[in-house]
């Protein structure tokens, strides 16, 4: 009797869900947030019993022992604890510890892709119990990361600098950055030229490109030097230009399916600039205050509910030739896509972006009407292009090519912009002869790949199968916090001395560490136990075992002078013995090679003279020093103390600026 007059405990782990929550919900519930996770392993020991199958020693993070205290309180006056944390391995696995620090002989957990008063009260209709497969694939992580970094770590240490560390997915992404930066340093360009027709016909000019000499297609690259070209120029003096042909096609484009975490956080970057951080906190906030689905997902599926409600929508606003002829259904390329059940697209794909602009930042408010763009267009018809090919002949032998691409329908462009390139031919018929207004040889050089930037970097680790929705952001941040990767002012990565030295240490000496198929085969294991398919345990074991003994042996036969010692010509101004190159936690620097004997050091510049001695002001960091602009080996600038590397102060931080990166 008393019981029914007790409340209803839900705990999520945000406020500002716990605030949008209770919007729905009656007098009969409380909801409460556990600002995140309370429990962890602990911060200054490894925390795992190697020898009791890795038993994990969780403990209570100390930001929350209060809040677990004022928990306990709630949950014994409550009739019943509901835990209603995020659906994917990260949140049951809140909900797990929640059950734990909070002793909770009993709970229901619930999970809703998005945060609606529908979506909602099915939930509680529907409680579960917890899914421990899918805290054990999240424990499995978690121990995972924890032995590479806290084993790794320490022989980086000692064996290359002080204050190193490396981490599972983290090491390979730096690979993946490092590899790229030596093929763009090793890329040889080749010369190529193009030969192109500056033609007119009525009052309209054109350009066509040479594409075949008699029998002989020519391809991008075929034309290697201006001998050649020139010849080519000169044999087409006072030619005869007219059309041979012309042709026209219809072509289709189709719209992309709506996002999944890692498209979005791919579009935001390309589209706005946005760091896959500063995306996934935008999103977060969003799905937080009940506008869009989940926000971590590799899922393309989409509710039948929400499917209609487009539909209806493209309709309305846009006519019936502008839906699609029957519902887009998008496979997933992953197959382990299941447990986040949809992709990510607005919870009122009925109302224009617009209506919700007030209550939004105007960052939030550009990643909202991009997500609704991307889900509505994914519903609409193909946009329709015309596009024209034609041929001309010049000397009969020589056959140059112009084509022309025309917009006849729009389609899904309505509403999700796109790169067109759209150029119109002026109207040619077959045989009209045509006069020639000038004929161009140009000059090309072949190119290297670009360098990363973060968007380019999550879809590589994505088609590699490195990583999931949960990971890519904090992989990014991670990799350039640890100073292993920068971002130059094109927003482009590269990688530090000390990125590249800790890759090709780990490359040599722990390769399967740095293996893309071994990390792929490892994020398969996890996304087995998952599903049931695996237990934990014996995962870890088969990696852990050997792992150990490699790391041993390493720390056996690896010494500090070989890997991260190089010799120079220069001698010691101390002691006269030669001077070395070392490496610092931020850089190299010479040593004396007499070392411990003498002490003597000095910044890598100070023998080129390129540190630059403008008035920075005094290093925060120590009484002696000031601040100093620097070049790496590489060229690249930072700002480090004066007196380095007795003061290891550096950043690459601009202090004349004084503003920080908009996103680390
Ligand atoms: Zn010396
Ligand atoms: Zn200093």
Redesign the pocket.
């Known amino acids: 009797m008393l019981n029914s007059n007790k409340m209803k405990l839900i705990i999520v782990e945000s406020p500002t869900k716990a605030k949008t929550i209770s919007k729905f919900l009656g007098s009969g519930f409380k909801i409460e947030s556990s600002y995140g996770h309370v429990r962890d392993l602990p911060e200054r020991q490894l925390g795992i019993d190697v020898e009791k199958n890795f038993k994990p020693k969780y403990t209570i993070l100390a930001k929350s022992k209060k809040r677990v205290a004022e928990l306990k309180a709630a949950a014994k006056k409550a009739s019943e604890v509901i835990l209603a944390t995020d659906e994917d391995r990260e949140g049951e696995a809140i909900a797990w510890h929640l059950s734990q620090a909070l002793d909770l002989k009993k709970s229901d957990r619930i999970v809703f892709h998005e945060i609606t008063e529908n979506a909602i009260k099915e939930s509680l209709k529907n409680p579960r119990d917890i899914d421990m497969k899918l805290v054990d694939a999240q424990q499995a992580r978690r121990i995972l990361d924890r032995l590479v970094g806290y084993k790794l770590s320490p022989l980086l240490w000692k064996k290359v600098a002080k204050g190193l560390s490396a981490g599972r997915v983290q090491s390979v992404a730096v690979r993946l950055v490092a590899e790229r930066a030596k093929e763009i340093d090793n890329f040889k360009p080749e010369e190529y030229w193009s030969i192109v027709a500056v033609l007119k016909v009525d009052k309209d000019e054109f350009e066509a490109q040479l594409v075949k000499i008699g029998e002989k297609k020519l391809e991008k690259f075929s034309i290697t030097n201006k001998e050649y070209a020139e010849k080519i120029v000169s044999n087409l003096d006072g030619a005869v230009w007219k059309v041979l042909k012309i042709e026209k096609k219809e072509s289709k484009r189709q719209p992309l399916a709506p996002f999944t975490t890692s498209t979005l956080q791919q579009t935001a970057w390309s589209w706005f600039g946005y760091g896959a951080k500063q995306t996934m906190m935008l999103a977060q906030q969003l799905y937080e205050t009940g506008l869009i689905t989940y926000m971590r997902t590799d899922s393309l599926n989409v509710s039948q509910e929400a499917l209609a409600v487009a539909a209806e929508k493209i309709k309305n606003d846009f006519g019936n030739n502008y839906l699609a002829t029957a519902p887009r259904i998008y496979k997933t390329r992953s197959k382990t896509a299941q447990e986040a059940h949809e992709a990510v697209r607005p919870t009122n794909p009925e109302s224009n972006p617009e209506e919700f602009q007030t209550k939004l930042t105007a960052q939030q408010f550009k990643l909202y009407d991009l997500i609704w763009r991307r889900f509505i267009a994914s519903q609409m018809a193909g946009a329709i292009f015309e596009a024209t090919g034609a041929d001309i002949s010049a000397a009969n032998d020589y056959i140059f090519r112009a084509t022309g691409n025309v917009l006849k329908f729009d389609g899904f462009l309505k509403v999700y912009r796109q790169k067109l390139s759209e150029n119109l031919l002026p109207i040619l018929k077959e045989n009209e002869a045509l006069e020639l207004r000038e004929l161009k040889s140009a000059q090309h050089f072949t190119e290297p790949p670009p360098y990363y930037n973060e968007a380019s970097l999550i879809k590589a680790l994505e088609e590699y199968g490195i990583g999931r929705p949960s990971t890519y952001a904090p992989t990014m941040v991670t990799i350039q916090l640890r100073r292993y990767v920068i971002k130059d002012e094109q927003k482009r990565l590269k990688p530090t001395d000390i990125g590249i030295l800790v890759n090709d240490v780990l490359v040599k000496h722990f390769p399967e560490i740095v293996d893309l198929e071994f990390t792929a085969r490892m994020e398969e294991n996890l996304d087995k136990i998952a599903e049931g398919e695996k237990q934990w345990q014996p995962v870890i074991k088969e990696f852990w075992i050997p792992f150990k003994n490699n790391l041993d042996k390493k720390s056996m036969e690896l010494s500090k002078e070989k890997l991260a010692v190089e010799k120079t010509e220069l001698k010691c101004p101390k002691c006269g013995k030669d001077l070395v190159i070392r490496m610092g936690r931020y850089g190299k620097f010479y040593a004396c090679s007499g070392f411990p004997g003498c002490k003597h050091t000095a910044p890598l510049e100070s023998s080129n003279g390129t540190a630059e001695n403008a008035d920075l002001g005094p ?1 925060p ?2 009484p ?2 000031k601040i100093v602009k620097r070049r790496t080996k590489k060229g690249r600038f930072f700002w480090g ?1 004066s ?1 380095w590397p007795k ?1 290891d ?1 550096a950043t690459w931080e601009n202090p004349a600026k004084n503003k920080p990166e908009e996103d680390a």
């Open positions: 290093c960091k120590c002696d020093g103390c007196v003061c102060y």
